[in-house]
């Protein structure tokens, strides 16, 4: 189920980021994997290996863009290490009365080209809240990247795939049929997540 590069899995369980076992989710479903994305900002050496690797990635399949572009909070310093990586500007969105929005100051990127970088894709539901406010500022969506692609490639942006250094389809179980449940594996309840999605 796990399709990826062995340096990549491996760089995910060195810092504990990923996470085998029998998780609930916000969604109140049961998976087997859960993804702790704050270890990586826990461990900058970790996450500075990571980003090596997503931005080799960038310069390869996207030649021309701008920025970086990141949605606030838990991206912000994955995407800064990307654009510092491939020596492009970086700007973050952040909620302002539940709306994506550019903060002001990052008055550069009206008409510009951008790459989004996120750290875990799971609906989509977020990084198209960045298109949308991207599109507002007549940006152009170069590329959008994850670390992690929880739909396993299933959910294209804006009629794209979307690049990821793990791509995992994850399946997510009702409480009543969960196959864990049913073997008494004990449940755990991950720290809960601050993202509104
Ligand atoms: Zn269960």
Same mark, same amino acid.
């Given at each position: 189920m796990v399709q990826s590069d062995n340096t990549v899995l491996s760089l995910f369980r060195d810092s504990d980021a990923l996470l085998q076992g029998h998780f609930k989710l916000t969604s109140g479903k049961h998976s087997e994997w859960y993804f702790e994305k704050i270890r990586l900002i826990e461990k900058p050496a970790v996450m500075d290996r990571i980003i090596d690797l997503l931005a080799a990635k960038i310069r390869r399949e996207v030649p021309d863009f701008d920025y970086v572009v990141s949605p606030a909070y838990g991206a912000i310093a994955l995407g800064f290490l990307a654009a510092l990586k491939l020596g492009r500007k970086f700007a973050f969105t952040q909620r302002v009365e539940e709306k994506m929005a *550019?903060? #002001? =100051? *990052? #008055? =550069?990127?009206? =008409?510009s080209r951008a790459v989004i970088v996120e750290d875990i894709l799971t609906t989509g539901g977020s990084i198209n809240e960045v298109v949308a406010c991207l599109k507002e500022r007549g940006v152009t969506v170069a590329g959008v990247y994850v670390l992690v692609d929880r739909s396993g490639g299933g959910i294209p942006i804006e009629g794209r795939p979307v690049g990821s250094l793990l791509s995992l389809k994850v399946e997510a179980f009702e409480p009543a049929v969960c196959p864990f449940c049913a073997k008494g594996v004990p449940l755990t309840k991950p720290s809960a997540s601050d993202k509104k999605v």
């Open positions: *550019f903060r #002001s =100051g *990052f #008055s =550069g990127i009206d =008409g």
